[in-house]
């Protein structure tokens, strides 16, 4: 139930038709009844010619193009035509180049030359035709076939002559690829330095963040520390890696402040979403660090997701703070304390009196003659005078005795725990000593280089139901006046 067909090139012979021979190819096949039945053989005889042309009419895209058929031993089996190629020529010896570049590729295109051949192979063995006569197969060794075209390589002449259409399109590609491709070329310059300018200032906005003149840190919902930058963390004396997702914040608070801390965070949380406060910090030596938490609170649509807070070194407030505090209760010439930071200290001892029971004595001292002292030698010999009574009074009164300048060329002596008779001894030796010392003064002041000068003294007693210094004050300078009337340099007692 199988044909078989001969292909041109394998026992061919040629038969004359009119007034020449032509190429023709025999087919045998058997023919079957209606039941399936064999009934013989039929015999047919093709004009491989008639059929090959047909191939030159459907291929002939161009009038200078040609078609070709080769089998697997590179015989050309197309009929004779104009050109070089015959019936029955062995391409692969005369053509050698051409059969190279069929023989090497199953299909596709190449040039050769001025030719350009577009070919693919046809294999009649791997593809079946069924019919009533079964499988129709072909003698091994002559497939597959290459067929294909060959047609003259085309040039830019040969394109402007037929339409300048494809010339035109082909420069407007042309030139959309060189704007494109500068614009990729800018594009990619502008996205490099965008790229470098990003870079740079995310450095610097880094740097800026690490090394602030503030510190910053940033804590979870459980206070547990996120992010701090190297300006807090280089107060505290810690590493990062020993801090960040490892302490909470807390910890580093002092116990007396904790509870402003922990307040100021939970209004962060709520609503407010903001909060501040002022506390104290532990630092790893054990040092404490005043600081100003200001601080706000991060959040997405599912809540809180953590605190952002700056953080305000204090110290050197504080250290303003407390020369402020020291100069406002300090006489700057003497050193010693003023009227105010006396109050503040009888307002202590006052109440310490109280509850212990234990006497509490004032002595007010009036250098003599101290204005004469000023018109005569002049203001700064007077400070002097000033100066070495407060010199020489510091040393001979105890370590808890209170020693203030009132004003002027007047002071004050507060006496925790001493009793009248106590207080008139430590009047009396203090009269004595600044009678025996005078004051080192330049020759051109006195002769010898020595001033001396004298102080009356009034000396009472501190009540404890009284609520301030003002009455003893009071007391005391009537002591000190009567000391004055009766003639200076002497100590006077006064009663309650």
């Known amino acids: 139930m199988t044909s078989t067909s001969r292909p ?13 021979v032509v190429p023709v190819v025999n087919i045998a096949t058997p023919v079957f009844d209606a039941q399936g039945d064999r009934k013989g053989v039929l015999l047919l005889s093709l004009d491989w010619q008639y059929l090959t042309a047909g191939l030159h009419h459907a291929m002939s895209i161009d009038e200078a193009a040609q078609p070709l058929l080769v089998d697997a031993q590179g015989t050309w089996l197309l009929a004779d035509q104009d050109g070089a190629m015959h019936f029955g020529r062995h391409v692969a010896t005369e053509f050698p180049d051409i059969w190279e570049v069929l023989s090497r590729r199953t299909r596709g295109q190449a040039d050769l030359g001025g030719q350009r051949i577009l070919f693919q192979l046809e294999d009649i063995r791997t593809q079946n035709y069924h019919s009533q006569a079964g499988k129709v197969h072909s003698l091994p060794g002559y497939h597959p076939w290459r067929l294909g075209i060959m047609f003259p390589k085309p040039t830019l002449g040969s394109l402007l002559s037929q339409d300048l259409a494809p010339l035109l399109v082909m420069a407007l590609l042309y030139g959309l690829c060189i704007v494109f491709g500068m614009f990729w070329a800018l594009s990619s310059y502008r996205q490099r330095f965008l790229k470098q300018q990003a870079q740079q200032y995310a450095t610097e906005v880094r740097d800026l963040y690490e090394h602030a003149p503030c510190g910053y840190h940033s804590l979870d919902a459980d206070g547990r520390i996120v992010k701090m930058n190297r300006t807090e963390l280089d107060w505290l004396g810690y590493r990062a890696d020993e801090v960040i997702g490892q302490a909470h ?4 608070v002092t116990r ?4 402003a801390f922990e307040a100021a965070f939970q209004e962060v949380q709520g609503q407010n979403q903001e909060g501040s406060t002022e506390c104290e910090l532990i630092t790893r030596d054990g040092g404490r660090l005043p600081v100003v938490i200001q601080a706000t609170a991060y959040t997405t649509r599912h809540g809180f997701v953590h605190s952002r807070a700056m953080v305000f070194d204090l110290r050197e407030r504080k250290q303003l703070e407390d020369t402020l505090a020291r100069q406002a209760m300090t006489d700057p010439l003497t050193g010693l304390g003023n009227r105010r930071y006396l109050q503040g200290q009888a307002a202590m001892e006052i109440a310490r009196a109280k509850r212990s029971g234990q006497p509490l004595s004032l002595i007010a001292i009036d250098l003599d003659h101290f204005k004469h002292i000023n018109d005569e030698y002049g203001h700064d010999v007077g400070d002097s005078v000033l100066q070495a009574f407060a010199n020489q009074a510091s040393k001979l009164l105890r370590e808890g005795d209170v020693l203030c300048r009132m004003g002027g060329e007047e002071f ?13 001894q430590v009047a009396e030796r203090l009269r004595n000593v600044l009678e025996t010392s005078p004051v080192e003064v330049s020759h051109e002041v006195t002769e010898d280089g020595w001033l001396p000068y004298t102080a009356s003294l009034g000396v009472t007693l501190v009540m404890a139901e009284e609520a301030s210094l003002k009455p003893a004050i009071k007391r005391a300078d009537r002591g000190l006046y009567a000391a004055k009337e009766q003639g200076r340099n002497r100590v006077h007692w006064q009663a309650v």
């Open 256 to 259: 007396e402040t904790r509870d």
């Open 8 to 20: 041109p090139g394998r026992n061919l012979r040629y038969d004359n038709v009119g007034d020449g």
């Open 412 to 424: 004050a002596v507060l006496l925790p725990s001493t009793s009248s008779a106590q207080a008139m």
């Open 249 to 252: 914040y807390r910890d580093f």
